[in-house]
């Protein structure tokens, strides 16, 4: 079967602009790995160590705010007890801050399994555009270019061969 090439340089065009893409895929799929890195980080080291030292903190507010509520219910004045508002009210915001704190701790727990679940699925997909972008697009740039050079060997001896006539 005879080949109909129309133009040798179209083919080098394409072998050219699919080395491009070839280079922006391999960009484009190390910035995904990269971000996806991170938000798992995000989740496994920041989250999951902010919220139990919130935690801490909120429960030794809590204690705090307890002690000062009960010190300020077992002090009267001119033989009335106050009625230590503000200590009570501190003491519900500490107590609404710890729960807060517990919750998202239960959160990231929950989170960090989901995140690393869908990254690590994530990162097997990127395998297969990886493996597309490191071992079948090099390969297709090079029959495209031996192709190439064939035909201009195959040109070249046809205008010998012309000439010759």
């Known amino acids: 079967m ?24 391999r960009q484009t799929l190390d910035i995904l790995t990269t971000e996806v ?26 204690a705090e705010a307890r002690i000062n509520l009960e010190r300020c219910q077992m002090t009267t004045r001119d033989g009335q007890q106050r009625s230590c ?15 807060l704190c517990r919750d998202k701790v239960k959160a990231t727990k929950k989170w960090v399994v989901i995140v690393r679940r869908q990254a690590d699925q994530f990162k097997m997909r990127i395998a297969q555009l ?29 205008e010998s061969h012309a000439d010759d006539k």
Do not use: T
């Not at 340089?9 to 893409?21: C, G």
């Not at 991170?38 to 909120?58: C, G, I, L, N, T």
């Not at 697009?137 to 090079?142: E, F, T």
């Open 130 to 158: 990886s493996f597309l972008s490191d071992h079948d697009l090099p390969r297709s740039i090079a029959v495209l270019e031996r192709l190439a050079s064939r035909l201009d060997q195959y040109v070249g001896q046809a």
């Open 85 to 99: 508002y503000d200590e009570k009210k501190a003491f519900q915001i500490a107590k609404a801050r710890l729960q």
């Open 37 to 62: 890195s991170r938000a798992v980080d995000y989740f496994e080291s920041d989250r999951a160590a902010y919220w139990p030292s919130q935690e801490r903190k909120a429960s030794d507010k809590l």
């Open 2 to 25: 005879p080949a109909n090439v129309k133009s040798i340089d179209a083919i080098r065009s394409f072998r050219s602009h699919l080395k491009d893409y070839r280079d922006s895929l």
